[in-house]
């Protein structure tokens, strides 16, 4: 494991530390700029990601290491420090000395006055492990929960009061899990069934999703896009809560549906293929990125009903149609706390004051969109969050999605009509889902 994937991981957690952005967006860009080992891949991927789930726990220990508050030091030096904790206390195959040494060069690359402050903290870490006391759970349940399963103090409050204490910790523990490699089988060219029997020689094991009935999940997964069953388009990467929306939708073929915050193209997909790829759907997105993404993924799947438009759906769509439409989705812009697994940078970017924003965003595509939805249409309004969301209308009536789903969904749906779902539940993102009907 050479220095130089230490380098590109340290350098990720910089820019990760200092402005917005997505890790998997960024450890891309350091493998497409640099000729790395499958092994210096996995390495870099696993120090990325396991600083990022362990992010508050590390600055824990590295403050009662050093006694003095992490924030103190510049960027580069605490994350070296996260780097290297993470590594002895997780890493059991790397050597506590690869890991103090190759972290004390890395400081004196660009910060030579503080290799001996990374080296005496590092090493104290390793002889203290043992020892490093830690918030007492009955009395200071917040902190205990933020510290030792890594989430905000804000985050976990707010969990608290909405879960208690019990879901809250285990919530906040599967958060840390890497999530499930799943997938949606393409029902224009395949069955699940078949996909499975394609897929066993190249997949360690598969096993059917607990609600989606054209789902699977996948181990041993190892660059799927070179797959030749994916390029095919015999499939689609998504998670399992993502597949449920659609099902909730209901669409049938010939209907015209707007997904109105479509890139990159997973749900629209999937509306498609229940479709039959028959009808009209109008996919719109303020992404032009987004947008091209979703036009290769309709053409990898085979689909030509979807019709993508870079445009802002909280903003006059009138004119790109004349007719309302039959059914509208709207996955809209949201905290993202439901996907913390995918994107555990997003505990540490994310503040409280998000929620609201995202809410208001909301409020205004459902009133901006329903005028253009039929009499009698369904709306299925839907977030990657754990937030109850916006979902106040009263030109809409709250529709029972239980006939939508199987015996399995159903659990997941609330007094109110509402979907949650969790990694609590059945190893899924979390979703929030309420299906509505425009009044007659």
């Avoid at 190892?222 to 909730?248: C, P």
């Avoid at 007719?323 to 409280?352: N, Y």
């Avoid at 937030?387 to 007094?415: A, C, R, S, W």
Wanted: charged share 30%; with cysteine; proline share 4%.
């Amino acid at each position: 494991m050479e220095r130089g994937a230490r380098r590109a991981s340290l350098n990720i957690l910089i820019r990760l530390d200092t402005k917005e952005g997505f890790a998997d967006e960024f450890i891309k860009e350091a493998f497409d700029s640099a000729s790395f080992s499958v092994i210096d891949r996995a390495f870099i991927t696993e120090l990325v990601y396991g600083v990022l789930r362990q992010r508050n726990l590390l600055d824990w220990i590295i403050e009662k290491a050093s006694k003095r508050q992490i924030k103190k030091s510049s960027a580069l030096i605490r994350n070296i420090l996260r780097l290297g904790a993470y590594q002895l206390l997780f890493l059991d195959k790397v050597p506590v000395s690869a890991a103090v040494n190759e972290s004390v060069k890395l400081a004196k690359e660009k910060e030579q006055r503080s290799s001996g402050f990374v080296n005496a903290v590092l090493r104290n870490i390793d002889r203290e492990r043992n020892k490093i006391p830690y918030p007492v759970p009955e009395e200071h349940p917040i902190e205990f929960i933020s510290v030792r399963y890594s989430h905000p103090a804000w985050l976990v409050k707010r969990w608290i009061e909405k879960y208690g204490l019990d879901k809250t910790i285990e919530l906040c523990r599967l958060n840390n899990d890497a999530p499930p490699f799943t997938i949606r089988a393409n029902r224009l060219k395949i069955k699940r069934e078949e996909l499975k029997k394609r897929l066993k020689k190249d997949i360690d094991s598969i096993e059917d999703c607990s609600v989606s009935s054209n789902g699977l999940i996948l181990k041993g997964v190892s660059n799927i896009s070179e797959n030749l069953a994916f390029k095919e388009g015999l499939f689609y990467v998504q998670d399992e809560a993502a597949q449920m929306i659609s099902q909730i939708l209901d669409p049938k073929p010939g209907e015209k549906i707007l997904d109105a915050c479509a890139a990159p193209g997973g749900k629209s997909t999937d509306i498609a293929e229940l479709m039959e790829n028959r009808g009209e759907i109008i996919a719109l997105d303020v992404n032009k990125k987004g947008i091209g993404l979703l036009n290769e993924n309709c053409e990898r799947l085979g689909i030509d009903i979807v019709k993508p438009y870079l445009k802002d759906a909280a903003k006059d769509i009138s004119d790109i149609t004349k007719e309302k439409f039959d059914k509208i989705l709207i996955d809209a812009p949201c905290s993202g706390l439901g996907v913390i697994r995918k994107h555990p940078e997003g505990k540490w970017q994310k503040k409280e004051e998000l929620i609201i924003d995202s809410q208001k965003v909301q409020k205004r595509l459902i009133e901006n969109l329903s005028g253009y939805l039929k009499d009698g249409g369904a709306l299925v309004y839907s977030t990657c969050s754990t937030e109850n969301e916006e979902n106040e209308h009263p030109e809409f009536k709250v529709d029972d999605i239980k006939q939508y789903l199987p015996e399995t969904g159903k659990m997941l749906v609330d007094e109110k009509g509402f979907l949650h779902t969790s990694p609590v539940n059945y190893r899924m993102d979390g979703f929030f889902a309420v299906r509505l009907k425009k009044q007659l």
